[in-house]
C-alpha cells in the first residue's frame, strides 16, 4: 500500500498557482474545487510552497478583509513537507498527523506527480479493509 497506489485511483491532478495569486482567487479555487489546498508551483512546476484553507482563515482572522489583497506567497508554508510514491499509505498518514496538517505534496525525482490528502488515505485504507472482509466472507462461505 503505497502512496502511488492512492495516486493511480485519485489521480495525480493537482490544482496550483502561481505565487503571485490573489487570496482571494486561491479562495475561489478552493472554494469552487471543493478541495483543501493548493500548491504553489513556479512557472517551471516547481513546487514553492502550499496553502491551505485554514491559513486562508486563520489569515482573514488575524487581518480582516487586508488578507484580500495578499498573494499566495504572503501565505504559503514555505518548508513543505513532502512524499516519495513509494511511501506507504501508513507513513503518509503518521506524517501527516505529526505535522497537523491533512495535505501532501507526492514528488517523484524531484517533480510535483500528485497530491494526497487525509481524506484520500483513509478511503483508500476503508477500501482496502472492505475487500478484505468480503475475502474472508467468501472464504468462509466455502468452507461451511
Known amino acids: ?65 487586508e488578507v484580500l489583497k495578499f498573494k499566495a506567497s504572503d501565505l504559503m508554508t514555505r518548508d513543505v513537507v513532502t512524499a516519495t510514491p513509494d511511501v506507504t499509505v501508513a507513513q503518509a498518514m503518521e506524517i501527516m498527523d505529526a505535522g497537523y496538517f491533512r495535505h501532501l505534496p507526492v514528488l517523484d525525482n524531484g517533480k510535483l506527480a500528485g497530491i494526497v490528502s487525509i481524506r484520500d488515505l483513509v478511503k483508500y485504507r476503508m477500501t482496502l479493509q472492505e475487500h478484505e472482509v468480503e475475502s474472508m466472507k467468501a472464504y468462509v462461505w466455502r468452507q461451511a
Open 1 to 65: 500500500m503505497t502512496v502511488a497506489t492512492v495516486l493511480r485511483q485519485k489521480g495525480r491532478a493537482v490544482v496550483s498557482v502561481s505565487p503571485d495569486a490573489s487570496v482571494a482567487a486561491v479562495a475561489e479555487i478552493i472554494a469552487s474545487q471543493r478541495i483543501g489546498a493548493v500548491v504553489v508551483v513556479d512557472t517551471e512546476q516547481h513546487l514553492l510552497g502550499i496553502v491551505s484553507e485554514r491559513d486562508v482563515v486563520k489569515a482573514l482572522a488575524a487581518h480582516g478583509t
